[in-house]
């Protein structure tokens, strides 16, 4: 006799399981997010394994690491977010907006590992192959050893994955996978995640690299890749508006390297390219002589980029004065309008303030609390910084101007793309050294940096 189904309730954010609904959940204490599932009670899986099968311990001492083990991708912006690279039998999760370029990064992942010789599966549950040539087109000529499938269920994938023993596989997207011993629809957080493990022991058991495409909707109600994050070894995120030209690749979380690291993409018709000078681009159609628009560096990883910080400051018409973030945090801008307030005398309880960076990139760095005070008494004073300034310092509460991390790596990317004077902290100019070309100004207080300017 079958055993009966019984319901399940899972939080589509964190993927807790309850017994019964409830209204917020208690790990991750967000609202509204529990959905109920039908499930079977578990199968002893474990009764068709090898009964022979044993275990061995290894010494620690005896594990043997190389460098060289990674494999390269041939997109250097990528292969920098990674570590370094592909390690094999690693498995990435790369999420996003739909329609940001996922797929397209993916594709051409899988050209260039084709070109060097590898062996490259792509499983779409989402397009049909005819869909996909027609992107392959767009990018240009492809190899041989890359093949396609267009399939949706888990075991016959699994089967297909065992005989062929590809050295990279992708698959688009999780949501679509599906087991049938599983009871719920596909794209629910049982088939999500019961997929993901079938892949992780994939991945760990032949040595295969495997990429998951997870999709984001802006409201968060689909559950993946908030459930997949602890299942997978990397989890890489596109970033920025899919109606914007740029893309910024994050790394959320790697096993294999740093988090702090980020790629810079730029979508053009043939798919995604890279943007070796990410300041470059940010800066590019910045204004000249125009009050409240001050150059910042800000430190990605080991990579520093240049950005423009733009304020607009006017008088109020209602009682209440409005205050706008976009690109940086709304606390942090009124505590140091705050400051301007308290330790310069500007009266800005009565101005509006509006504070972007332009580009719609973001930044919590707190080297742009210089750079943002400035801009801000910049548009008040109606007086335009000088464009070949550039300017960074983390900012107290007193008003002092504190030190900030690698400032030699700031002075030199501001002295290549041609900036001739460079404010910064005090404390911070003797690690700097002597930097020929660039004049550098260290400030101990922003009253200090409003006389200089």
Same mark, same amino acid.
């Given at each position: 006799?079958?055993?009966?189904?019984?319901?399940?309730?899972?939080?589509?954010?964190?993927?807790?399981?309850?017994?019964?609904?409830?209204?917020?959940?208690?790990?991750?204490?967000?609202?509204?997010?529990?959905?109920?599932?039908?499930?079977?009670?578990?199968?002893?899986?474990?009764?068709?394994?090898?009964?022979?099968?044993?275990?061995?311990?290894?010494?620690?001492?005896?594990?043997?690491?190389?460098?060289?083990?990674?494999?390269?991708?041939?997109?250097?912006?990528?292969?920098?977010?990674?570590?370094?690279?592909?390690?094999?039998?690693?498995?990435?999760?790369?999420?996003?907006?739909?329609? !940001?370029?996922?797929?397209?990064?993916?594709?051409?992942?899988?050209?260039?590992?084709?070109?060097?010789?590898?062996?490259?599966?792509?499983?779409?549950?989402?397009?049909?192959?005819?869909?996909?040539?027609?992107?392959?087109?767009?990018?240009?000529?492809?190899?041989?050893?890359?093949?396609?499938?267009?399939?949706?269920?888990?075991? !016959?994938?699994?089967?297909?994955?065992?005989?062929?023993?590809?050295?990279?596989?992708?698959?688009?997207?999780?949501?679509?996978?599906?087991?049938?011993?599983?009871?719920?629809?596909?794209?629910?957080?049982?088939?999500?995640?019961?997929?993901?493990?079938?892949?992780?022991?994939?991945?760990?058991?032949?040595?295969?690299?495997?990429?998951?495409?997870?999709?984001?909707?802006?409201?968060?109600?689909?559950?993946?890749?908030?459930?997949?994050?602890?299942?997978?070894?990397?989890?890489?995120?596109?970033?920025?508006?899919?109606?914007?030209?740029?893309?910024?690749?994050?790394?959320?979380?790697?096993?294999?390297?740093?988090?702090?690291?980020?790629?810079?993409?730029?979508?053009?018709?043939?798919?995604?390219?890279?943007?070796?000078?990410?300041?470059?681009?940010?800066?590019?159609?910045?204004?000249?002589?125009?009050?409240?628009?001050?150059?910042?560096?800000?430190?990605?990883?080991?990579?520093?980029?240049?950005?423009?910080?733009?304020?607009?400051?006017?008088?109020?018409?209602?009682?209440?004065?409005?205050?706008?973030?976009?690109?940086?945090?709304?606390?942090?801008?009124?505590?140091?309008?705050?400051?301007?307030?308290?330790?310069?005398?500007?009266?800005?309880?009565?101005?509006?303030?509006?504070?972007?960076?332009?580009?719609?990139?973001?930044?919590?760095?707190?080297?742009?609390?210089?750079?943002?005070?400035?801009?801000?008494?910049?548009?008040?004073?109606?007086?335009?910084?000088?464009?070949?300034?550039?300017?960074?310092?983390?900012?107290?509460?007193?008003?002092?101007?504190?030190?900030?991390?690698?400032?030699?790596?700031?002075?030199?990317?501001?002295?290549?793309?041609?900036?001739?004077?460079?404010?910064?902290?005090?404390?911070?100019?003797?690690?700097?050294?002597?930097?020929?070309?660039?004049?550098?100004?260290?400030?101990?207080?922003?009253?200090?940096?409003?006389?200089?300017?």
């Amino acid at each position: 006799m079958a055993k009966a189904k019984r319901s399940v309730f899972f939080c589509q954010n964190c993927g807790h399981e309850e017994s019964k609904w409830l209204g917020q959940c208690p790990m991750c204490r967000e609202w509204n997010t529990f959905v109920e599932e039908k499930v079977m009670p578990a199968k002893a899986r474990s009764a068709g394994a090898d009964p022979g099968r044993k275990a061995d311990v290894i010494a620690l001492s005896s594990v043997r690491t190389e460098e060289d083990e990674r494999t390269l991708t041939g997109i250097g912006e990528l292969d920098r977010v990674l570590g370094g690279g592909i390690v094999p039998g690693s498995l990435v999760l790369v999420g996003g907006d739909p329609g !940001i370029g996922k797929s397209t990064l993916l594709l051409q992942v899988c050209r260039e590992l084709a070109a060097m010789e590898k062996k490259v599966l792509y499983i779409s549950g989402e397009e049909s192959l005819k869909q996909i040539k027609m992107r392959a087109n767009r990018m240009g000529e492809f190899a041989e050893n890359i093949y396609l499938l267009c399939e949706t269920n888990l075991d !016959i994938i699994r089967g297909i994955i065992e005989r062929q023993k590809p050295d990279m596989v992708v698959i688009d997207s999780i949501q679509t996978m599906y087991d049938e011993t599983v009871v719920s629809a596909p794209g629910s957080v049982s088939q999500v995640r019961e997929s993901t493990n079938v892949f992780m022991q994939l991945a760990k058991g032949l040595g295969i690299s495997i990429f998951i495409v997870g999709h984001v909707t802006k409201e968060g109600t689909v559950a993946g890749p908030r459930v997949l994050e602890h299942m997978v070894d990397t989890v890489l995120y596109f970033e920025g508006d899919r109606h914007a030209s740029y893309r910024i690749l994050r790394a959320v979380k790697n096993r294999f390297g740093s988090t702090n690291e980020i790629g810079v993409f730029e979508m053009r018709q043939q798919g995604l390219e890279e943007v070796k000078n990410p300041s470059e681009f940010m800066l590019a159609g910045r204004p000249e002589d125009a009050p409240g628009s001050v150059v910042v560096c800000a430190i990605e990883g080991t990579r520093p980029m240049l950005m423009e910080i733009q304020a607009l400051v006017c008088k109020t018409s209602f009682g209440m004065p409005r205050r706008t973030a976009a690109g940086v945090d709304y606390n942090r801008v009124n505590l140091l309008m705050a400051v301007l307030e308290k330790r310069l005398g500007l009266p800005l309880s009565n101005y509006d303030a509006y504070v972007n960076i332009a580009g719609g990139i973001r930044m919590s760095e707190p080297a742009s609390d210089l750079g943002i005070i400035i801009a801000i008494a910049s548009s008040y004073k109606n007086k335009p910084v000088s464009g070949d300034t550039i300017v960074f310092g983390e900012v107290g509460l007193s008003g002092e101007v504190r030190a900030v991390a690698m400032p030699e790596q700031r002075v030199a990317e501001a002295k290549k793309l041609g900036f001739k004077t460079c404010i910064m902290p005090e404390v911070s100019v003797k690690s700097v050294g002597n930097a020929e070309g660039i004049e550098i100004i260290g400030i101990k207080t922003v009253n200090h940096a409003m006389n200089l300017l």
